[in-house]
């Protein structure tokens, strides 16, 4: 709280004195702040200055996530995987069709920063110009299933030509699922598949 007072302080009477400094001196400056808490809620409990709040809150922009922005991850997408071959000088990556589809799925708790920091170590990762779906390493905690495989079924018809997609897809989700099951014990996944270990591997 001692810092939304300083900050207060400096909004209303746009003066500031620097570390070590004896004189306060003016400022000409405007703020853009970001958050993903909810400002008004921490304003109701007490833990953020009421006053403060007005002062920032002049013109409120609301982002909705990325997870709620299905359509704007593949642009995203393509634009990381640009800037990161412009970086590192190499051929330009791409995703499989595989690796488009776990990305749809995908929840990104961490929004934005998130896909870029998966694309950047799935860029590291991949042994050749295309990232596939295992090259993401993405938290199966935040895949959303679908409602049918959610029900342990795979869907009824793949899309009209990518019948290998889909059954990687169905045995991906029902790897995942055994898994989870087994708590992530791998020999005892590979016995409720009814497969090797090393098949599973």
Not at 100 to 121: D, I
């Amino acid at each position: 709280l001692q810092m939304q007072v300083k900050l207060l302080r400096a909004i209303q009477e746009k003066r500031i004195r620097r570390v070590g400094a004896a004189q306060e001196q003016p400022v000409d400056c405007r703020i853009l702040s970001a958050t993903h808490k909810d400002l008004a809620a921490l304003v109701a409990d007490g833990s953020f200055r009421q006053d403060l709040y007005y002062r920032i809150n002049v013109i409120e922009l609301k982002v909705p996530p990325l997870r709620e922005r299905g359509d704007d991850i593949a642009e995203l997408a393509a634009h990381f995987l640009e800037r990161l071959g412009e970086t590192y000088g190499g051929e330009r990556t791409r995703l499989s069709p595989q690796a488009w589809a776990a990305l749809k799925r995908y929840r990104f708790p961490g929004n934005v920063r998130e896909l870029e920091n998966v694309l950047e170590r799935a860029c590291t990762l991949a042994e050749g110009a295309e990232i596939t779906a295992d090259d993401l390493q993405l938290r199966p905690d935040s895949v959303e299933v679908a409602p049918a495989a959610a029900a342990g079924m795979p869907e009824l018809e793949p899309p009209e030509g990518e019948l290998q997609t889909y059954l990687d897809e169905v045995e991906r989700k029902r790897i995942l699922d055994a898994l989870e099951k087994t708590r992530w014990n791998k020999t005892q996944a590979a016995k409720l598949l009814g497969i090797s270990f090393r098949a599973l591997r």
